[in-house]
Nanobody, 124 residues
Framework: QVQLVESGGGLVQAGGSLRLSCAAS????????MGWFRQGPGKEREFVAA????????SYTDSVVGRFTISRDNANNTVYLQMNNLKPEDTAVYYC?????????????????WGQGTQVTVSS
């Protein structure tokens, strides 16, 4: 089992940056593939970014390519989402997720564990 706690959300102007962190409990963090998802007002939860257990393989939804970067630090049981050039449409609650499945975590239904979410608000 793993418990996930996100932090780093907040209010930022368009064009600004935020770095989200997801701290995981447990000694087997490196066995989990990790992902970030988001849920905007009145919208379904959607995939944002994913990383393999090693961090060598990543994937992004098209709308964040070139602006967001996912990374992980297995020594410190943490996964990050660096978000640059933020846009108002990035406003959402951002969730960290984990799965023991080996493939990249791109689908909501594949996640076995979720954090509580952190709010990101981008003003225009």
């Amino acid at each position: 089992q793993v418990q996930l706690v996100e932090s780093g959300g907040g209010l930022v102007q368009a064009g600004g940056s935020l770095r989200l962190s997801c701290a995981a409990s447990g000694r087997t963090f490196s066995r989990y593939t990790m992902g970030w998802f988001r849920q905007g007002p009145g919208k379904e939860r959607e995939f944002v970014a994913a990383t393999s257990w090693s961090g060598n393989s990543t994937s992004y939804t098209d709308s964040v390519v070139g602006r967001f970067t996912i990374s992980r630090d297995n020594a410190n049981n943490t996964v990050y989402l660096q978000m640059n050039n933020l846009k108002p449409e990035d406003t959402a609650v951002y969730y960290c997720a984990a799965t023991v499945r080996p493939r990249l975590l791109r689908r909501v239904n594949d996640a076995g564990y979720w954090g509580q979410g952190t709010q990101v608000t981008v003003s225009s």
